[in-house]
């Protein structure tokens, strides 16, 4: 069986929804490479699909398919653009969007990245980096500054607002003009998660959610360089695909701004 810490494990929560979504008959989210490594990975996932509610694995899907529509407009408009993949513990984004061009940083702590690497490859345009965040020297590998874009999925959560500040401004003094992508909680969406998702999932209090904000253009107030781009509930454009007594809840999850997604410019 893998060993990982408690905060890292939480990397296979959300690989276990895109994998489930994937085998239904008419799946939002076709991701054949999630299914592949929860097929082969040795990990006991019957305690996730017994104890986590079907609105978190939804919410896993809805980010998903909102990051992989952000990323594709990015490199769109910039075919060789580089993403950098902060947190990306088994996360499947890079198969899902390449289009032969970008180059790809991913980006996680060493035991998150020695996992990783048995089931992804390095290549001459993707980088595996076992590396903090916080650790500037990462930035020495992302080959050009211009068109940088950074997926941050389901981390800063984890963060004190005193450590996401200091990534803000790290990314503007390395990589000025760079876009992020980030998922976001309200303190009662921290709350929320931290009794629905992190206790329910089997998870100990080492890896409960620390960071909620509830305007996300607050931000703003932080550092002249940072500017909200859009921001929306977690549910909003996605809720439409469910049935009605379904989307009761996430319309309740969105008005209570539990999660949101964000796009932002640190200019």
Partial sequence: MINLGS???TMLLPLWGRAVETQKDKPLLVDNKAVSIINSIPYDFTKISKRIRKLSSASWIARSIFFDNKILEFINA???????????????????IDNGYIHWIDLDLPDAIELRKQYFQESERRRLVAKSVFDSSWYE?????????????????????????RLFKDIHSYIPSAEIIFDHASKFGIKLSNEQVIK?????????????????????????????????????????NYPFNKRIG??????????????????
């Fill in 141 to 165: 590998e992302i080959p050009q500054k211009d068109n940088v874009m950074l997926l941050v999925a389901g981390v800063l959560y984890y963060f004190e607002e005193t450590d996401v500040r």
């Fill in 78 to 96: 910039h075919p060789f653009a580089t993403v950098v993949n902060v947190g990306c513990g088994l996360d499947t984004t890079f198969e899902r």
């Fill in 250 to 267: 996430m319309r309740i999850s969105d008005g209570l701004k539990v999660m949101s997604l964000a796009h932002i410019l640190i200019s």
């Fill in 7 to 9: 905060v890292q494990e």
């Fill in 200 to 240: 329910r999932g089997g998870l100990d209090e080492s890896a409960f959610l620390k960071w909620g904000i509830d305007d996300i253009f607050e931000i703003e107030k932080w550092e002249s360089y940072i500017k909200v781009i859009s921001n929306m509930p977690m549910f909003k454009e996605f809720r439409k």
